[in-house]
């Protein structure tokens, strides 16, 4: 028989922590326990409850090298493929070219990004090019500026010869032609490759996976040749950029999952040991009816 419990916590933060807390007592007591935290606000939560997670069971996951760690609990909950570092580099590579001032901030971030040309082999002198970069530059510059920057910095022998050719690549396949959004989509993609995205290191299994809900934002691009209307640069980054946070990016499981995380209304997809039951409020569930007032209240 189940035997039930009711905790009253202070707040959201204090409930995330107990719920944690709970998942990590059961598994002290018995390892094999298949557990489930069930919460109307995943959404809201999630990025907290996956950092309080990690810092239970995975604390090495801190260290960059353990980051991809296989872990055993599972969200039912993806995000929005831009929240992909690898992805977000790619989107932030192509705004470079369409913007006509850019910020010191932005390419200061870029630089120091492994994610694109020779990020680790040049990765001292690309830290050095920026700390030239924010003490000799404007907070505000163009594209060409940056290029002569960086062209002048080489020939003084701080050895940034892969990051210059890749720039170069991409700045020649750049267009201020407006084009259908198919030949956008191919387009775009040869302007990562040519800036050496996704970069020069082995790509873990979360971001070869990002890397193929990619190329399926890209076809969805590419279907708006429908419309019939021509873009320009900024407008296909633009729509690149909505389509990638409106795809929802759900990560597959390595391992078998021992904690699930669900949403209110989503089944288990086995029985489990126990349940935590969080937001358990009067103000947040049940929700605040909302009839319509088009239709009888009996209908309702």
Partial sequence: PAQTQQVQLDNQEAECRAAVAWAQQCQAENPAARL??????????????ADLLDDVFYPLSARPGFAHTPRHYNFSL????TQQPVIQAGLNLL????????????VSALLLSPFWSAGAQESDARARLDAGMREKLPMQFTLSHLLAFINEQQAEGLGL????????????LHTAKKLPAAQ??????????????????????LEYQALNAWQKA?????????????????EAVHYLQQICTNQVFQA???????????GIMEGLSTPVDALWCMHMNDHIWP?????NPLLPAFVQ
């Fill in 36 to 49: 489930a935290i069930v919460t109307p606000r995943l959404s809201e939560v999630r990025n907290l409850l």
């Fill in 78 to 81: 993806g995000v929005p493929l």
């Fill in 95 to 106: 705004r470079m070219f369409t913007v006509h001032q850019l910020q010191q901030s932005d």
């Fill in 161 to 172: 010869q892969a990051l210059l050719t890749h720039m170069r690549a991409a700045t020649a």
């Fill in 184 to 205: 956008w989509a191919q387009m775009l993609d040869n302007m990562l490759d040519a800036l050496g995205w996704p970069g020069e290191r082995n790509i873990s299994s």
């Fill in 218 to 234: 890209l076809q969805q691009l590419a279907k708006m040749d429908v419309l019939g209307k021509n873009l320009a640069l900024g």
């Fill in 252 to 262: 597959e499981t390595e391992l078998e999952p021992s904690i699930q995380i669900l």
């Fill in 287 to 291: 929700p605040p009816a909302r009839p």
